[in-house]
């Protein structure tokens, strides 16, 4: 320690400095301050994010889904939990009867997403599962998983592994 | 006055190490991510690359360079983290809003590259989930201007305060011979003076090719501790430039479709695809039986996997060495003569995480 | 029956001066919150409103006062019955109490009276100060004790020994101006800095005495309990110190009290070292000729209100800047510099005044 | 004896062998869809293509003869082009069916294709697209577009069921699995095509899209249909049986199994399988718990002393049946107890043929007569109990299963006299006609939900594993038989199956001495001592089928 050091009062008044110059420029840009005033405003969720669970839909508004369960595979949490079913005549041969994520389970690694060979399932809504008040209400069933649609549709599928997104 | 302590660990154990042998080797790629939850990057490519050493698989230089910038990007932020609340717990609350905003804008970065902030996920076996995302090299390069700055702001609060001086120096110190005998790695070994850094000693992906220095301190108290942090983000700021400044193109993923997941193109469009995926998503890659180690230099310390395959695809043994267990384990040492208010400044300094202390 | 103005100015000001110290508590911790999310590049509280007025987050000091007042008044179960509930009376009444003395503009004249802007004059103004001060201690002592919680005892008694220790040197820090102005009394000391010091400098304290001032200002953040010495809190060693086990009402007591001495103190510094009341450069005299005597006693107030606004953001500035003490280190820096220092400066204070006003 | 080596290893092989048997008795494997060691060759696939040296192409190693002197190798950059080129022409036309298909997980082309080839696509033109979902039979759905044409179904149902109902049309890409226009495939041994299938062209229709074979956890067991006790491998997951795949044992059943058997799980899944014990009130069955009904059993059997009977059903296990006989001959001292075999005329007209299907529909008629025997209880012992019912001289009966009235062709005169009976406990897995007539129901577990051996009626002792936890707050036997000793104020039983085999194999003689681990999974006979202890095989000896399916070489 050099005197300066040593009398406290130099550096002191370094850092009153310092942090004075952050209060005054803070006071003349708020607009550029970081926080964000969350429920009015809210930050766009890069492409990317890892949201809320979505089931893509055809154009005739039939799941894509064909109960293959490579994602209730690939899960590392064992969250999802499906029932298959014959398909409709003019679909596919297969589709799901019973198709639920609980949400409390769920660690959102998006390896669901990386398993499906159907592109039948997304993150993609950009959402995060809301507050609910018991456990039944966070497992989200077809209808919870099809009602958001993409932040970004049509949002070609995996993309950004080759970093197009 | 502190005459005995007893640290009393397990209080976040999730049985990492066998769960992991519940899933199949990707599926542990989540769990690695709630080790050291401030720098989950690194434990992704930890784990990866003790798993790609079963196979001698050959990652894609971008690949390499993808995961040296997501490391070195960790690294600043579990920096960013320690020091921040270290000084927080000696009552100086700027140093951590200023180093929480960086790492914010470091995080905001993360979620674009692989779309969660702390729980990444993003490393896979054989490369990375996804490549960088266009024009992200750009924001992370300026955003590396703007942390030197944060770092000059804090360096001059505390630095040379004779304040924080005083509540540091001398404070937790420990020899060198001791730290060696505990097992300390990283910062806290360096700042007793033992220049010993993985990245040095045991180059692993390409930190041979670039130029970054060991920072060390001479006593090893909470103060050089302190400062080996403060250099050791000003090196990792130094690698990142170099890393951006010659970030080759090309795949990030390895080629061996044993492996590497095929592209979602050739799953949605070929049989052959569509089986690579079924194979490789119900089996699970499947190393040789065998055993590996592969130790890698995170923000803590040595962090280092060891792996036993049995040749299934799922891991027959997972073990983890964290670099927080050893720090931990002398905090008796550490602390035993100093005051009440050291043992805080003590527990700060040596970053203790405790999902990875207890795993 | 006639009541005399003296009678009814006393009352006044009996009434006006704690209602309005109190009244700046809001504005304080307005300042306190916003002034620290500004430093710290963030934008603070502002949520609270009336209809879809803000006021700048003015409205938050309210909303948590409207709070404090209906919370619960629990007491933890060991807790002794009555000092528990006398302890917060016990250190904002004296705070209140030492208010008493400080003036806020020179005497002015109603119909014929002499009233002095303070509550009461005292010619040995300075000493009830410290007298009435002192008893604060008790009463976080005695919230320490109570509380029946080791945390508050090890706060009790950290706050007793430092208050002790640093009234001492807040005293003899004082003791150069007041051999200077040869008074004890508050409004003759503003008084006696109106003049000016070789025709340029007002004649304040702080530039004849400016290591008694360093000193006073030292010992003031000491008596605050604000950081870098807010031991007796520590939140990080010591959850809070003494009002750990209050809440509600009574916490808001202790928050009032360190307010109020806040306030006391800024007014003791404005008022020792930077002439009171005095504008700079202009004399009473001056001002009533020029301003009249209202004009006069408003020019003075705002001047007194701006000295002990700067010394009152100081408290909060230093606060978000610095880290804070060990509790040896406080007694250290209390016992070996600031009491010698200031011993040494009564000495050369007192040889300078005898050699200058000859024996 | 030709000598031959293959991939530089030398091996010699009987004469008549293949080049594939001369690889896998190496152990050296070699990718095939056609060839399976239990059907005809028909080399139809070309995935097996090996080098030969001085041949001058890749030829089948399933169809090439070992001879003296051959060089094979099966790992050489050409075969290895060789097995990518078959795998690329067999997965041009192949759909992209794998979400939809029930094979995947458990797919040879899946398979084969990750560890032989793994090789990017390079078809660029539209797949071929032949009919999908087709309704083969009742038991079978073919999809065309998956299948290729390996011809096992064809071959097994010729060889095996004398069934020449499946068989490919045309040719080239156009060519197509099919049955002839309405004739369905409808085989008793029909879904054994399933299994052979390398991929998923046919797919059970009882199986289909229930689960993901990937999910499924196994359990060897023993079917216990008929006395043919087939060995079989149980799926389960969760507790719950999804299927049931025949376990290749050459002593009984080869590879196959019929379908009867391979459904017989679905009433162990039932949802109206008795899951709490019940005792009948006035107003009829209602529910109780444990404690309660075998107070209620424990009291009658107090009270009846010798007047006490017991009814085992062959079907148990032999642990079971020697709990049971333990019970009443040694714990309870009542010889009343036998067991209800089934009659002689509803053998007679059961469905039986020459290949694994018996007529006796009792698994273990052969374990209960001899255990029976060594206990001392008269062969006929239930017609003793019959009798003694009519003539209102018992007081307790415990009937160890529900389906006592399906083997007796005398059902009325059971009814009447088992009415008579002061107190009836029935251990039962569903409610039916004797359980309404029981004072006490006990929830009893299913075979899948036991260990235990049984005896099949070549006195094969085979094991068979517990799959799944017994429904409810079912018990299995030897639990439910140590809990009514217990009740009756008597001494427990031992729970454990293999402690009670040990006991069995020292009180019943033909049992020589077996140990658990010596019956393994193949089952084991007694040694010749066991002959000694003579028991007639009731009808079976006649049976047509036992001896055809002996002689039968796989």
């Known amino acids: ?165 | 006055m502190i005459v005995s302590c007893l640290p009393e660990i397990g209080y976040l154990h999730r049985a990492f190490e066998k769960s992991s042998e519940k899933g199949s080797y990707t599926e542990v790629i989540p769990y690695t991510d709630r080790l050291n939850y401030c720098s989950a990057m690194m434990n992704n490519v930890g784990y990866c690359m003790a798993v790609e050493k079963f196979f001698d698989l050959t990652i894609p230089e971008r690949g390499i360079y993808v995961r040296m910038i997501v490391s070195e990007m960790s690294r600043i932020m579990d920096h960013l983290v320690c020091i921040g609340t270290n000084a927080v717990d000696l009552g100086a609350l700027t140093n951590f809003w200023y180093f929480f905003q960086a790492r914010e804008e470091l995080y905001d970065l993360i979620e674009s590259l692989c779309g969660a902030r702390l729980t990444t996920t993003y490393t896979r076996i054989g490369g990375v989930m996804a490549d960088l995302p266009e024009g992200w090299a750009g924001r992370l390069e300026a955003l590396l201007a703007k942390l030197y700055k944060v770092l000059e702001d804090v360096d001059g609060l505390l630095t040379k305060n004779r304040i924080f001086i005083d509540r540091t120096r001398g404070v937790g110190g420990i020899s060198a011979e001791d730290a060696i005998g505990y097992g300390f790695t990283g910062p806290c070994l360096r700042a007793c003076g033992v220049a010993h850094d993985l990245r040095k000693a045991n180059p692993y992906m390409f930190y041979d090719r670039f130029q970054f220095d060991v920072p060390t301190g001479e006593r090893g108290d909470v103060y050089d501790r302190y400062l080996v942090r403060m250099a050791e983000m000003r090196q990792s700021l130094r690698l990142l430039e170099q890393l951006l400044a010659t970030l080759p193109g090309g795949p990030v993923n390895a080629d061996n479709p044993l492996v590497v997941l095929p592209p979602k193109e050739k799953v949605y469009g070929s049989i052959e695809g569509l089986i690579s995926q079924f194979e490789l998503i119900i089996k699970g890659v499947q190393p040789p039986a065998g055993e590996v180690y592969v130790a890698t230099e995170a923000a803590n310390g040595e962090l280092g996997f060891y792996i036993v395959s049995d040749g299934t695809g799922r891991p027959y043994r997972v073990r983890v060495r964290p670099p927080c267990f050893p720090l931990m384990s002398s905090m008796p040492h550490l602390v035993k003569g100093q005051m009440l208010a050291d043992m805080v400044a003590t527990l700060g300094s040596i970053n203790i995480i405790a999902g990875e202390l207890d795993r | 029956m006639t009541i005399e103005i003296p009678y009814i100015a006393a009352v006044l000001k009996a009434i006006a001066f704690p209602v309005m110290a109190l009244n700046m508590i809001p504005v304080l911790v307005w300042i306190e919150r916003r002034g620290s999310a500004f430093i710290q590049n963030r934008i603070g509280p502002n949520r609270a409103n009336i209809g879809s007025f803000t006021f700048l987050g003015l409205l938050h000091p309210f909303a948590d006062a409207m709070k404090f007042m209906f919370k619960e008044p629990f007491r933890p179960e060991n807790a002794h019955p009555v000092f528990y509930f006398l302890a917060p009376a016990l250190v904002v009444i004296p705070s209140l109490m030492a208010l008493a003395v400080i003036p806020i503009a020179d005497h002015v004249w109603v119909q014929g009276h002499e009233i002095s802007m303070s509550v009461t004059e005292l010619e040995y103004g300075i000493a009830y100060v410290f007298a009435v001060a002192s008893i604060g201690v008790l009463g976080i002592a005695i919230a320490g004790w109570a509380s029946n919680n080791k945390y508050s005892l090890l706060g009790g008694i950290r706050s007793t020994a430092q208050m002790i220790s640093y009234e001492l040197s807040l005293g003899l820090s004082v003791l150069g101006v007041l051999l200077i102005f040869g008074t004890l009394d508050l409004n003759e000391l503003a008084r006696g800095q109106g003049a000016l010091l070789w025709g340029v400098l007002p004649k304040w304290g702080v530039f004849l005495q400016p290591v008694g001032f360093l000193l006073f200002v030292v010992a003031c953040f000491a008596e605050a309990n604000r950081l870098p010495f807010d031991l007796p809190e520590g939140d990080s060693e010591l959850v809070a110190g003494y009002h750990t086990e209050y809440g509600g009402f009574k916490f808001s007591m202790f928050f009032m009290g360190e307010y109020v001495s806040m306030v006391t103190l800024a007014s003791l510094i404005a008022t020792l070292f930077f002439g009171g009341w005095q504008v700079p450069w202009m004399t009473t005299t001056a001002l009533d000729a020029h301003l009249g005597e209202l004009g006069r006693t408003l020019s003075q107030i705002a001047a007194f209100a701006v000295k002990i606004g700067f010394f009152l953001w100081l408290f909060i500035w230093v606060r978000w800047t610095l880290p804070r003490f060990r509790y040896d280190q406080l007694m250290r820096l209390g016992w070996k510099v600031v009491l010698p220092l200031a011993l040494v400066n009564i000495l050369v204070t007192a040889l300078v005044l005898l050699l200058a006003n000859g024996f | 004896m030709p000598k031959l080596t293959v991939d530089g290893r030398p091996v010699e092989v009987e004469a008549g062998q293949t080049v594939m048997n001369a690889a896998e008795k190496l152990g050296i494997e070699i990718p095939r869809f056609c060839y399976h060691s239990k059907l005809p060759v028909a080399g139809n696939c070309r995935m097996c293509l090996v080098e030969v040296e001085k041949m001058p192409k890749l030829t089948t190693s399933c169809t090439t003869p070992a001879t003296e002197g051959m060089v094979v190798l099966t790992k050489s950059p050409k075969v290895k082009e060789g097995q990518k080129a078959v795998l690329e022409y067999l997965l041009i036309n192949h759909p992209l069916d794998c979400p939809v298909c029930d094979k995947a997980g458990e797919c040879d082309l899946q398979d084969q294709y990750f560890a032989f080839s793994s090789t990017p696509s390079r078809m660029i033109d539209q797949k071929v697209h032949k009919p999908k979902r087709i309704e083969l039979g009742p038991t079978i759905k073919l999809d065309q577009e998956r299948c290729v044409l390996c011809t096992r179904c064809v071959r097994f149902l010729e060889v095996y069921a004398h069934d020449h109902s499946l068989g490919t049309v045309n040719r080239g890409d156009r060519a197509i699995l099919t049955v002839f226009p309405g004739r369905p495939l409808d085989n008793i041994y029909s879904l054994n095509t399933v299994d052979l299938c390398p991929v998923g062209a046919l797919t059970s229709k009882d199986f289909r899209f229930k689960k993901r074979v990937w999910f499924l956890k196994n359990a060897d067991s023993v079917c216990t249909f008929c006395s043919n006790q087939c060995s079989t491998v149980v799926q389960h997951d969760e507790g719950t049986i999804y299927r049931i795949l025949p376990r290749e044992n050459e002593k009984v059943n080869g590879p196959w199994m019929c379908d009867t058997g391979r459904l017989e799980y679905r009433f162990i899944n039932a949802e109206e399988r008795v899951k709490c014990p019940m005792v009948r009130r006035d107003e009829g069955q209602e529910r109780t718990t444990w404690r309660e009904a075998m107070e209620a059993v424990g009291a009658a059997f107090k009270a009846a002393g010798s007047r006490a009977a017991g009814l085992a059903s062959p079907r148990m296990t032999n642990e079971s049946l020697f709990a049971f006989a333990k019970l009443f001959v040694e714990t309870l001292g009542s010889k009343l107890a036998g067991f209800v075999k089934a009659d002689a005329g509803l053998v007679e007209g059961a469905p039986a043929d020459d290949f694994l299907i018996k007529a006796d529909k009792n698994p273990n008629t052969r374990g209960a007569e001899e255990i029976f025997a060594a206990w001392g209880v008269e062969v006929d012992g239930a017609r003793s109990v019959l009798e003694a019912a009519e003539g209102g001289k018992l007081a307790a009966l415990l009937v160890m299963d529900q389906a006592l009235l399906e083997r007796v062709p005398n059902r009325e005169r059971w009814l009447k006299a088992l009415a008579k009976v002061k107190f009836v406990a029935v251990a039962s897995l569903a409610e039916n006609e004797l359980t309404r007539l029981a004072h006490v129901v006990l929830p009893l577990a299913s075979w899948a939900e036991e260990e235990g051996t049984y005896t099949r009626f070549d006195g094969l002792v085979q094991r068979s594993w517990r799959a799944v936890p017994p429904r409810g707050e079912a018990k299995d036997a030897l639990g439910l038989l140590s809990q009514v000793a217990v009740a009756a104020g008597k001494q427990a039983l031992p729970l454990v199956a293999e402690a009670v085999f040990k006991a069995l194999v020292a009180k019943v003689r033909c049992f020589g001495s077996l140990t658990y681990a010596a019956i393994g999974k193949q089952g084991a006979k007694a040694g010749s001592g066991a002959a000694t202890h003579k028991v007639e095989i009731v009808n079976l000896a006649k049976d047509k089928g036992a001896g055809g399916a002996e002689a039968r070489t796989w």
């Open chain 1, 1 to 165: 320690m050099d005197f300066k050091e040593r009398i406290y009062l130099w550096e002191i008044v370094k850092g009153l400095w310092i942090t004075l110059r952050h209060l005054v420029y803070n006071l003349f840009h708020q607009r550029s301050m970081p926080t964000l005033h969350y429920p009015e405003e809210q930050r766009p969720m890069p492409a990317r994010y890892r949201g809320r669970h979505r089931l893509t839909q055809r154009d005739d508004g039939s799941l894509k889904c064909t109960a293959c369960m490579l994602c209730a595979t690939a899960c590392p949490a064992k969250c999802i939990y499906i029932e298959a079913q014959e398909g409709l005549p003019e679909g596919t041969e297969k589709r799901p009867q019973v198709y639920n994520i609980d949400m409390l389970k769920c660690v959102y690694c998006s390896l669901c997403v990386e398993a499906c060979p159907c592109d039948a399932i997304r993150m993609d809504t950009g959402l995060m599962p809301p507050p609910a008040d018991s456990r039944e209400k966070f497992i989200y069933r077809i209808e919870e998983l099809t009602k958001y649609p993409a932040i970004k549709h049509p949002n070609p599928p995996f993309l950004h592994r080759c970093g197009k997104l």
